[in-house]
Nanobody
């Protein structure tokens, strides 16, 4: 089992930046991919970005490519989400996820089997 803990959320003004962190512990050797999802009030969970641990392949939802960047620190078993040019529409709970399954479609949340508790990001206008 992999345990995930997100951090770095908070309140930021529109146009500002935040960097989210997700630290993995436990059976980290089994991780195939880690990703970020978000869920805004009244909306369904949506895919943001993902990264394969061994190959370093990244995938972004079209809405976030260019503003958000996913990266990793292998030594720390940590994945990051750098968020720039934040908008009020980005307000949501951001969740980190990990999977030990071999995935082709990294955007499918159902394929991830470890989830963090989430970190709140609030963007004020």
């Amino acid at each position: 089992q992999v345990q995930l803990v997100e951090s770095g959320g908070g309140l930021v003004q529109a146009g500002g930046s935040l960097r989210l962190s997700c630290a993995a512990s436990g059976r980290t050797f089994s991780i195939y991919a880690m990703g970020w999802f978000r869920q805004a009030p009244g909306k369904e969970r949506e895919f943001v970005a993902a990264l394969t641990w061994s190959g370093g392949r990244t995938l972004y939802a079209d809405s976030f490519q260019g503003r958000f960047t996913i990266s990793r620190d292998n030594a720390k078993n940590t994945v990051y989400l750098q968020m720039n040019s934040l908008k009020s529409e980005d307000t949501a709970v951001y969740y980190c996820a990990a999977t030990n399954r071999l995935l082709i479609l990294l955007f499918k949340g159902d394929e991830y089997n470890s989830w963090g508790q989430g970190t709140q990001v609030t963007v004020s206008s």
